[in-house]
Structure formats: structure tokens, C-alpha cells
T-cell receptor, first 113, second 115 residues
Framework: AQSVAQPEDQVNVAEGNPLTVKCTYSVSGNPYLFWYVQYPNRGLQFLLKYITGDNLVKGSYGFEAEFNKSQTSFHLKKPSALVSDSALYFCAVRVTGFNKFYFGSGTKLNVKP | GAVVSQHPSWVICKSGTSVKIECRSLDFQATTMFWYRQFPKQSLMLMATSNEGSKATYEQGVEKDKFLINHASLTLSTLTVTSAHPEDSSFYIC???????????FGPGTRLTVL
């Protein structure tokens, strides 16, 4: 069975500090990995994805993520957090050849001034 | 590019009535769209996969007679909640992909409140 785990319900970080939101996955097959952000009462916005190639993927708003096959992880990172980054972040995985996405439980990021 | 819209953004209805939610891909064609339901402070629950020109594929536990899905064109899918009850109150989100196995782009969501 395919699954995604986001082990932290909430991450707190001070503005200007680096942030990391963790994601691990378990799939049978080659994974395509995605990060989305959700602001209150809004749909999900696409941040970045890993399909193949360079393990370090850069996305929108200064976010990046590193694909680690041996650790089956795809952690989201940003060098310097902004208060406006405060939102709910979802990691998702899709298996090659299938169109269904599997989402993690979400991590609430709080960036304090 | 890759914009998905939903209408309405919120709706309040009486118990027993039916509500239709539209999902449109504005700048691309989508042979497949997805409907999700999200409870407060929880992740997205996939309800069904909507396939243009054919029947939707429902996830286990989702009542297909209650949540009617129609994907009549390559840019429009509709979700109708029939005989709505208070327990159907939720945030419904659709998504679509330019290609079936590509990135999913999400609509802004519809807040349904059943009184």
C-alpha cells in the first residue's frame, strides 16, 4: 500500500531562521513527490515536485526539497522563513503509471516575528 | 497557467436539498479530475476520480448515489450532493491535471454547510 507520513503536526520557527517540514513515503514503484501549501479556507497551491533527475528540487516562494531515496524522504526546506509562510503544508506521492495522489496528514507551519 | 476554478465558493442549504458544485479547468483540458473532502484540521480524503465521458471511480466508503459526479466535457466536472444532511457539511476541493499522470492543480474549494 502507498502511504505518506508527515511526522510533525506543527512546526514553529522564528522569522529569518531556516525551516524544515518533514515527509517520508512508502510506495511500491517509482515515486513522484509533491509539496503543496494551503492557506485557511483555500485550495492547495502547488509548490514543487520531484519526478527524476537532480535530488534537490527548487520551487515557488524560495522553497526547495531534497529527494533521498535511501531514507525514502522528501523534506521541504527554506533558508529563511517569513511570517507569510505560515500555513498548512501537504506532502503527496504518486506512483509511476497511476494518477492517484496519496497525501500526508499535513503540517502546520507557524513562523513567528 | 494551470488554473482550476470552483463554484460556488460557499453554500448554505437546508437538510434534504441537493447542491451542485462545479469544477472547471480554465486554461487546459483535463480528461481526469479529482474530488476531495477535507474536514477541519485534517488531510484531504479522495472521494472519487472523475473521467471525461465515462463513469466516475469512487473510493471505498463513498456513496456514489449520494455524491453524483458528472464529467461532461474536458473542462468541467460537477459534484452533486443529493439529499444533503448536516454530516455532509465539509470543505470540498477538486483538482485536475493537464495530463492524467501530471501535477494536480487544485481549485479554491467549496464550503458546504447543511442546516
Amino acid at each position: 500500500a502507498q502511504s505518506v507520513a508527515q511526522p510533525e503536526d506543527q512546526v514553529n520557527v522564528a522569522e529569518g531562521n531556516p525551516l524544515t517540514v518533514k515527509c517520508t513515503y512508502s510506495v511500491s514503484g517509482n515515486p513522484y513527490l509533491f509539496w503543496y501549501v494551503q492557506y485557511p479556507n483555500r485550495g492547495l497551491q502547488f509548490l514543487l515536485k520531484y519526478i527524476t533527475g537532480d535530488n534537490l528540487v527548487k520551487g515557488s516562494y524560495g522553497f526547495e526539497a531534497e529527494f533521498n531515496k535511501s531514507q525514502t524522504s522528501f523534506h521541504l526546506k527554506k533558508p529563511s522563513a517569513l511570517v507569510s509562510d505560515s500555513a498548512l503544508y501537504f506532502c503527496a506521492v504518486r506512483v509511476t503509471g497511476f494518477n492517484k495522489f496519496y497525501f500526508g496528514s499535513g503540517t502546520k507551519l507557524n513562523v513567528k516575528p | 497557467g494551470a488554473v482550476v476554478s470552483q463554484h460556488p465558493s460557499w453554500v448554505i442549504c437546508k437538510s434534504g436539498t441537493s447542491v451542485k458544485i462545479e469544477c472547471r479547468s480554465l486554461d487546459f483540458q483535463a480528461t481526469t479530475m479529482f474530488w476531495y473532502r477535507q474536514f477541519p484540521k485534517q488531510s484531504l480524503m479522495l472521494m472519487a476520480t472523475s473521467n471525461e465521458g465515462s463513469k466516475a471511480t469512487y473510493e471505498q466508503g463513498v456513496e456514489k448515489d449520494k455524491f453524483l459526479i458528472n464529467h461532461a466535457s474536458l473542462t468541467l466536472s460537477t459534484l452533486t450532493v443529493t439529499s444533503a444532511h448536516p454530516e455532509d457539511s465539509s470543505f470540498y476541493i477538486c483538482s485536475a491535471s493537464p495530463q492524467p499522470t501530471d501535477t494536480q492543480y487544485f481549485g479554491p474549494g467549496t464550503r458546504l454547510t447543511v442546516l
